[in-house]
């Protein structure tokens, strides 16, 4: 058991450690903030919702589509992006920690890094994205921003 706890307090002061632990203080008011949004969507603005269908909101209230939008857009823009902020914060405070000096330009360097991974080539022109990477790709976006660190 002594061994365990050694173990654990060497891996918490290891770098690594350091720079995902700054990555998710950085992270999670952007995500508190979408996943604010996306609860008041489905509680409050949907009609399914248990306050909407108790107090009869998508009746009384007129414009309920419009913030109904506007949460879910808040929704995108925050955890819908996720991947993203991970690289930037993690390729970012990798710098940060490892050279002792702040380079914002090493965030925007994880950042298109994890944005060329995400990358969906379409016809016609249009740019699309991997919309499993970008939602669900923080872990991804972590890794391509530690490496690019």
Same mark, same amino acid.
């Given at each position: 058991?002594?061994?365990?706890?050694?173990?654990?307090?060497?891996?918490?002061?290891?770098?690594?450690?350091?720079?995902?632990?700054?990555?998710?203080?950085?992270?999670?008011?952007?995500?508190?903030?979408?996943?604010?949004?996306?609860?008041?969507?489905?509680?409050? $603005?949907? /009609?399914?919702?248990?306050? *909407?269908?108790?107090?009869?909101?998508?009746?009384?209230? &007129? +414009?309920?589509?419009? #913030?109904?939008?506007?949460?879910?857009?808040?929704?995108?823009?925050?955890?819908?992006?996720?991947?993203?902020?991970?690289?930037?914060?993690?390729?970012?405070?990798?710098?940060?920690?490892?050279?002792?000096?702040?380079?914002?330009?090493?965030?925007?360097?994880? $950042?298109? /890094?994890?944005?060329?991974? *995400?990358?969906?080539?379409?016809?016609?022109?249009?740019? &699309? +994205?991997?919309?499993? #990477?970008?939602?669900?790709?923080?872990?991804?976006?972590?890794?391509?921003?530690?490496?690019?660190?």
């Amino acid at each position: 058991m002594n061994r365990l706890l050694m173990l654990t307090a060497s891996a918490y002061r290891s770098k690594a450690v350091q720079v995902m632990q700054q990555t998710f203080q950085l992270l999670f008011p952007v995500i508190l903030l979408g996943s604010s949004a996306e609860v008041l969507k489905f509680v409050f $603005l949907t /009609a399914s919702g248990y306050v *909407a269908t108790i107090f009869n909101v998508t009746h009384w209230l &007129a +414009f309920d589509r419009e #913030l109904s939008v506007l949460m879910g857009t808040i929704y995108h823009c925050t955890l819908g992006m996720a991947g993203l902020y991970g690289a930037y914060g993690v390729s970012y405070f990798t710098v940060k920690v490892y050279r002792r000096q702040s380079s914002p330009s090493a965030g925007l360097i994880g $950042l298109l /890094a994890f944005l060329m991974i *995400a990358f969906q080539p379409r016809g016609g022109g249009r740019i &699309a +994205f991997n919309p499993s #990477l970008m939602t669900e790709g923080l872990l991804v976006g972590m890794l391509v921003g530690y490496v690019c660190g």
